[in-house]
């Protein structure tokens, strides 16, 4: 007992113990600025006087042998009381650690006890015709989707089941095509819930009734995104899938694309949807270039990589009034009367104003889970990333999220590993990436003067930074 608690002590660990034990014995700690043993030895005085005689062998460890004594280091009292040895406290969980527990996955999901969904049934006064023959399909087909036993296993039960599900599909697809608001979303959630527990027969007919929804809800759009990528095989896929996938992703880009995020780092089976099915739609609103006339605002505090290096600050906003052929920004800062110079590498900079800032990390983060993959999912997420590179630059694809937990799954995923070797594979790059160079007046310039033609024009407003 004593080795342990010296070895604790040695580490450091015994000295909150030993407070507590003070504590408990005389009603505070102790006052002895040095010494352990000191202390053990107040420790051991009361806690002797305390012990039955009868008890003082086991207490004292009086059955060890005399040999065994005199290994005891010189730093202890042979004779102290047996004391429990001190576990050492365990770590709080880091985030990486709590990403791991919180992916969610197929299995992990709730399992569905019925084919039902708590809503008001609108009155008919104020709907049209079709609208009201909707409401009547969807209100059918309730019925028939309350008659399944999702707990039956007898075949019988089985085969009603799906009878009752098949009739009901037909109505439901008349009730999203041709509902009402309150109609197309009862419909819908009750489609997701059959997409649940679809079998390979069943799922197609599924799929196909829940595309025909001209108008996907924007509320049940990142929940869908969630299935439509949990789902670890389709059989029978085919270009409703696809059809439906885009409903779902521009119902709701931004919930769908950060709802995503739970899901990753994934196993992702050979038969399962890449993200690149609900990205690919999203491409042009997720890598949005800059033109002229966008207003921007400054992600962090950076000097423009005009001549002069004028410091921009984080926050400040500004009006993209060039883009030159290689991609380079010249912008009119608000408040000051020069454009300057921001290049295409060094886009991540700046940001559109009013834009998520976090999309297009998240986005990025989701295709290289699946860049690591199943060769299917990996090719197509390869191939977006390459078009997002070449509509934003590399430099975008490389930025950071704002978000700390967003950061962690970066890490987690592996985000720059991934990006760097499909540069170094695909070549991957920026034209402009090459030789470094700053501007002024328009000029580039480099080992010889950039003919007079090259910079930007100068606007009615004043001249550039050149001041011409």
């Not at 007919?205 to 924007?218: G, N, S």
């Not at 509509?391 to 991934?418: F, I, M, N, T």
């Not at 003919?451 to 550039?464: H, I």
Request: charge should be negative; proline fraction near 6%; glycine fraction near 8%.
């Amino acid at each position: 007992a004593e080795s342990v608690c010296w070895g604790a002590t040695r580490r450091g660990g015994v000295l909150p113990r030993l407070g507590a034990l003070e504590r408990a014995a005389f009603g505070e700690e102790s006052e002895i600025a040095n010494g352990v043993r000191a202390r053990l030895q107040r420790l051991e005085a009361r806690l002797g006087a305390a012990q039955p005689a009868g008890d003082s062998g086991r207490a004292h460890g009086g059955s060890r042998e005399v040999g065994l004594r005199r290994q005891v280091s010189e730093m202890t009292d042979p004779d102290m009381p047996c004391l429990m040895p001190i576990e050492p406290a365990e770590a709080p969980p880091s985030h990486e650690e709590h990403d791991v527990a919180d992916i969610l996955t197929w299995e992990a999901l709730p399992a569905v006890e019925r084919l039902a969904v708590d809503r008001e049934i609108p009155e008919d006064d104020g709907m049209s015709s079709a609208q009201v023959e909707a409401e009547h399909a969807l209100q059918r087909a309730e019925f028939l989707l309350s008659n399944v036993d999702l707990s039956a296993t007898e075949e019988a039960d089985l085969l009603a089941n799906e009878d009752n599900m098949a009739r009901a599909l037909p109505l439901l697809r008349v009730a999203v095509e041709q509902g009402c608001k309150n109609t197309v979303d009862a419909a819908v959630e009750l489609l997701l819930l059959m997409l649940r527990v679809a079998d390979a027969l069943s799922l197609p007919a599924t799929v196909q009734t829940l595309a025909a929804c001209t108008e996907f809800p924007q509320h049940l759009a990142a929940h869908a995104a969630k299935l439509l990528m949990l789902r670890p095989a389709w059989p029978g896929r085919d270009e409703s899938l696809r059809r439906l996938c885009h409903l779902v992703a521009r119902a709701s880009p931004v919930p769908v694309v950060l709802a995503c995020l739970d899901l990753v780092p994934r196993h992702c089976t050979k038969e399962a949807l890449g993200f690149s099915w609900l990205l690919e739609p999203l491409a042009d609103q997720l890598a949005r270039g800059f033109k002229a006339g966008d207003r921007v605002v400054a992600l962090m505090d950076f000097d423009a990589d005009s001549k002069e290096k004028f410091p921009i600050k984080r926050g400040l906003q500004g009006e993209v009034r060039e883009v030159d052929s290689d991609g380079d920004l010249s912008i009119r800062f608000d408040g000051h009367p020069k454009r300057q110079w921001v290049f295409r590498k060094h886009a991540d900079r700046i940001g559109h104003v009013g834009a998520n800032i976090d999309a297009l990390p998240c986005a990025v983060t989701l295709l290289c889970d699946d860049a690591g993959g199943p060769p299917l999912c990996a090719s197509s997420a390869r191939a977006l990333l390459m078009k997002f590179s070449e509509a934003v630059g590399s430099a975008q694809l490389q930025r950071s999220p704002s978000d700390e937990s967003l950061q962690a799954k970066q890490r987690r995923c592996q985000v720059l590993e991934s990006l760097k070797r499909l540069r170094e594979v695909r070549n991957v790059s920026d034209q402009s990436e090459g030789t470094p160079m700053a501007r002024q007046g328009g000029a580039r310039f480099v080992s010889a003067p950039a003919p007079a033609d090259e910079g930007p024009s100068v606007d009615a407003e004043g001249a550039d930074e050149a001041g011409r």
